[in-house]
């Protein structure tokens, strides 16, 4: 990773060092790592993501000592963790709170890559990383959404899986494959539990290759502009370690506030009732942090096509580096872009809106501009701006408007 | 300065992002899931940061819930030994438990056999099945109470709502058969006949049972039932949030302190 | 690394940094401590497993010497109704013999019923009855013998079989718990 100065006078240590050197690649990495000096307060949030992934991990290892992965029982078995098993209730509530968290974490994070142009050359492959986290992230969010066997779980799983029924000859074969049956059953719930337990280590390890192409690529900044001298750096420790850990203080209120006080404020009443496969709800939504694509899945009057806009509009974002003409990387030098961003900001709210409705009315209307604006920002305004744009001058260095006093 | 303002300004709409955000896919704490019915929210000793349960409440729900409503809906969940969360003493637990017969077995001829219950069993379903429960209820299932609290939009406020909504039909309204009008039930037909009139218990305690106090009474004991654990969660919530508090303003100064060199 | 952590406004007041550095640090560690506890706890047995405590046996279907086995708190227990002979076996033992000591009065409410947990004293293997050179019981896994109120006698088991705690309801009926 980091060009590492790490030298010390303890001979266990070296012994080791001689042998693995994890100490010094640790100290390379998490100590003296040359971050800019400018990174803001948006910057926090990779690392929250971090410790959001171990809150989720560890949680999730000790409720699947006491869930029981079958129909008949998965239900109670995670009543069974409110009512009986000691700070069940506690743990259950984290680990569902923190996955809500951590997809608002993982947002802002996106979102702010997108604002700072944080993916731009040489950047590409290490936003490719983070889409694949976030897609990982997704479909592990879903597998776990299943597991307490509620209303909302199961019909969660019947549409969803339903949406390959699209792939034309195959779908089918594809969704009973999926389902181990004729209809979502106990084959479902028990290989969604493995494969829930499954994907964390494996965004676990997209995390390691994400770290390791940061750390190659360096961090992006504010400006923009790249690292030129060492005055443009600190080292991570102590700067960003306190600067992260004031973030990290901010979210655990935030967190503890939703498991303490309003611990299913972000679930769906409908999932503690006991999935019934003869009775659908009356109104199913999908957690919070899908209804943009669940929105333009319903925007599409077709099975296919809705199907195909849904993934079309993650798979556009790996596209990103590419459609983005600009040369400059921060919206902050560019005038124009900027507005547009917050437009799709507002896009992306609009499209959560209308897929937390009923397809009724102008629902239907508004769903469909927003969609259609959703992929114009990336296929067509991003590219024009980009080329017709005169962005504003950028300073030299990081260090420059520093002395300024530009910054905080 | 314009740094300043500007990050400033991302905090706002960062917060307003992120409270829209909360808001998206919530429901409305005051209308039911469909037909746009609204109904009044109640005023509960257990609601906000600081509630506890009203004993006495819950004590006189339970007596509703086993006098009235245990005829047709189960309590699956609820063990007769937490029972001592209502104030009551380990031996009121165990005569409370010994009025139910609980299949046990097989014993050692490998037949099964009703016995007493004790305080580790649970309260017993008035039907042997869902079927069963079908079939003596005109086809309409009267669901499970244990979790109703927090299965339904509303929780004991629609609960409470609905125990007082029922009412004659207005002239215009084709009633099913053998369905009742209520106000707060979504479509105003429900399967359930009204389950509460004045009197219908004789309260220990001596307060007038009247429907809108039995309905009080047993949303109570019902949100305990969902939520056993919610005074323990909220006693905790409240020292983590202090201490949370104070290592936060601590880290701020630590911060200030460590980035005082960079200039 | 420690030159980093030095800025010169601290190195004017080492103390105040000090104190402010040590005291976040504390109160960081205490939390995270406490945090762990409900992590750990998670895997006491619950409420329900806690709650299913007693077992009640009714004992008119043992006839004198023999046993019945039963299950408490997912445990195998050895009720016997001892002989005449097994009784006397087990109250003429020179209190010098034995490893671990324990008047059979002490270990029997009736001496006519023997009641143990049925687990080897050892590693947790489950004794044959009514066997080991001291008609009492013998485990099979490490080769130790208990005599017929249960005692370890010779092998590897360091303590007795253990008493649970029972009570008898009536003449014929006993609450394990």
């Keep these: 990773m980091s060009g590492s100065t790490f030298e010390t006078d303890n001979k266990l240590v070296n012994w080791f060092e001689k042998r693995l050197p994890i100490i010094s690649l640790m100290h390379g990495a998490v100590v003296v790592y040359p971050t800019p000096k400018n990174l803001s307060w948006w910057w926090t949030f990779g690392s929250l993501a971090g410790v959001a992934l171990v809150i989720m991990m560890a949680t999730g290892i000790i409720l699947a000592m006491h869930y029981t992965p079958h129909v008949d029982y998965a239900f109670l078995s995670v009543e069974h963790i409110m009512r009986d098993v000691n700070y069940g209730w506690l743990i259950r509530y984290v680990h569902s709170n923190t996955g809500s968290l951590f997809f608002m974490v993982v947002y802002i994070h996106i979102f702010r890559g997108l604002y700072y142009g944080s993916y731009k050359d040489p950047r590409e492959l290490l936003w490719i990383i983070g889409l694949l986290i976030y897609v990982l992230m997704m479909a592990t969010g879903f597998l776990g959404y299943v597991l307490p066997w509620g209303q909302m779980s199961f019909w969660a799983v019947t549409v969803i899986t339903n949406l390959f029924s699209a792939v034309p000859i195959v779908g089918d074969a594809i969704v009973s494959w999926l389902w181990g049956g004729y209809a979502v059953g106990n084959p479902t719930l028990n290989r969604f539990f493995s494969l829930h337990y499954l994907l964390p280590f494996v965004i676990f390890a997209a995390v390691i290759l994400h770290l390791w192409a940061l750390h190659t690529s360096k961090s992006s900044n504010p400006l923009g502009v790249e690292v030129k001298t060492p005055q443009d750096t600190i080292p991570f420790h102590p700067y960003f370690t306190a600067k992260d850990l004031v973030g990290l203080a901010v979210f655990l209120i935030v967190l503890f506030f939703f498991v303490f006080f309003a611990p299913n404020y972000m679930g769906h009443p409908d999932n503690y009732i006991t999935a019934n496969p003869m009775v659908t709800p009356a109104h199913i939504v999908p957690e919070w942090y899908y209804l943009p694509f669940y929105a333009i899945l319903r925007a599409i009057p077709d099975k296919l096509g809705g199907v195909i806009a849904m993934f079309g509009a993650i798979v556009i974002l790996f596209l990103v580096p590419w459609l983005d003409t600009s040369k400059v990387r921060s919206s902050r030098f560019r005038p124009i872009y900027k507005q547009f961003f917050w437009i799709l900001v507002l896009d992306c709210f609009v499209l959560g809106w209308v897929g937390a409705n009923a397809p009724e009315g102008h629902f239907i209307l508004i769903g469909r501009l927003a969609t259609a604006y959703y992929f114009l920002h990336f296929l067509v305004i991003l590219p024009i701006v980009g080329m017709i744009e005169k962005p504003l001058p950028l300073p030299e260095s990081i260090s420059q408007p520093v002395l300024k006093g530009e910054q905080e | 300065m314009m740094g300043m303002l500007r990050m400033k300004i991302g905090l706002v709409i960062g917060s307003v992002v992120l409270s829209a955000g909360l808001w998206l896919g919530a429901p409305a704490t005051a209308t039911a899931a469909g037909g746009g019915i609204t109904f009044e929210k109640q005023k509960w000793q257990h609601s906000g940061p600081f509630g506890t349960f009203d004993r006495a409440a819950m004590v006189r729900g339970l007596q509703v819930y086993t006098e009235v409503c245990a005829a047709c809906h189960s309590l699956d969940l609820v063990a007769f030994r937490t029972l001592s969360a209502l104030g009551m003493s380990e031996d009121d637990v165990k005569e409370f438990a010994s009025d139910y017969e609980v299949e046990d077995g097989p014993d050692n001829e490998g037949e099964m056999f009703d016995r007493e219950a004790v305080p580790s069993d649970y309260f017993v379903a008035p039907y042997a099945n869902d079927k069963a429960a079908r079939a003596s209820n005109n086809g309409a299932f009267p669901p499970d109470l244990s979790l109703i609290t927090k299965a339904r939009v509303g929780g004991e406020d629609y609960l409470y709502a609905l125990l007082t909504g029922y009412e004659d039909e207005p002239e215009d309204f084709e009633l099913g058969d053998g369905m009742a009008y209520n106000k707060y039930y979504s479509g105003h037909q429900i399967a359930m006949p009204q389950p509460l009139f004045e009197e219908h218990v004789e309260y220990d305690d001596e307060t007038e049972a009247t429907v809108e106090q039995m309905s009080r009474d047993v949303s109570v004991f019902l949100t305990w039932t969902a939520e056993p654990a919610m005074e323990d969660r909220k006693r905790m919530g409240v020292k983590v949030l202090i201490f949370l508090g104070i290592m936060l303003v601590l880290l701020v100064l630590v911060k200030r302190r460590v980035w005082s060199g960079v200039h | ?177």
């Design chain 3, 1 to 177: 690394m420690a030159s980093n952590t030095l800025d010169p406004e601290a190195v004017e007041q080492p103390e105040r940094r000090d104190f402010l550095y040590i005291a976040t640090g504390t109160l960081g560690a205490v939390g995270a401590a406490m945090a762990v506890w409900p992590l750990i706890d998670q895997m006491n047995p619950s409420k329900d497993v806690l709650a299913l405590s007693s077992t009640e046996v009714d004992l008119s279907p043992i006839e004198e010497g023999q046993s019945v086995t039963v299950v408490w708190r997912g445990k195998p227990v050895f009720i016997r109704r001892r002989t005449q002979a097994e009784i006397d076996e087990a109250r003429d033992v020179n209190m010098a013999d034995l490893p671990d000591p324990e008047e059979d009065a002490a270990r029997a409410v009736k001496p006519e019923w023997l009641v143990l947990v049925g687990i080897c004293t050892h590693l947790g293997c489950i004794p044959l009855g009514e066997s080991g050179d001291f008609g009492g019981w013998f485990c099979p896994c490490h080769g130790s013998h208990y005599d017929t109120s249960g005692r370890i006698r010779i092998g590897p088991a360091p303590d007795n079989l253990v008493v649970p705690d029972y009570a008898f309801l009536d003449d014929t009926n006993i609450r394990i718990g």
